[in-house]
């Protein structure tokens, strides 16, 4: 059974750092897309970072120098990381992991996600 959880979720306040994990198994992830995204309260879901499947990571403008994705592998999971500093108000949203798989697929849309994690910054 494939699983996605996150963890690492809290409330902070502006300025502050926090450090979300997600354990992936059940699966080797072998050229998966390790991405999180994230629910600000009331909008869509939107992009924040991914490690693609040729180990390149992207990230959206507004965590482009705050964020940090890692990617660790063990022999059965795989933990994928987001260090968030310098955190913003904005940055409230339920941060989700997912995993896009590769690109013989033919599409790229998340094959699997986690539950998600709360993360709320107050001023």
């Known amino acids: 059974q494939v699983q996605l959880v996150e963890s690492g979720g809290g409330q902070v306040q502006d300025g502050d750092s926090l450090r979300l994990s997600c354990v992936a198994s059940?699966?080797?992830?072998?050229?998966?897309?390790m991405t999180w995204y994230r629910q600000p309260p009331g909008k869509a879901r939107e992009f924040v970072a991914t490690?693609?499947?040729?180990?390149?990571?992207?990230?959206t403008d507004s965590a482009k120098g705050r964020f940090t994705l890692s990617r660790d592998n063990t022999k059965n999971t795989v933990t994928l990381y987001l260090q968030m500093n310098s955190l913003k108000p904005e940055d409230t949203a339920v941060y989700y992991c997912?995993?896009?798989?590769?690109?013989?697929?033919?599409?790229?849309?998340?094959?699997?996600w986690g539950q998600g994690t709360q993360v709320t910054v107050t001023s």
């Open positions: 059940g699966r080797t992830f072998s050229g998966y897309a």
């Open positions: 490690l693609s499947w040729s180990g390149s990571i992207f990230y």
């Open positions: 997912a995993a896009i798989p590769p690109p013989t697929a033919g599409h790229s849309d998340p094959e699997y």
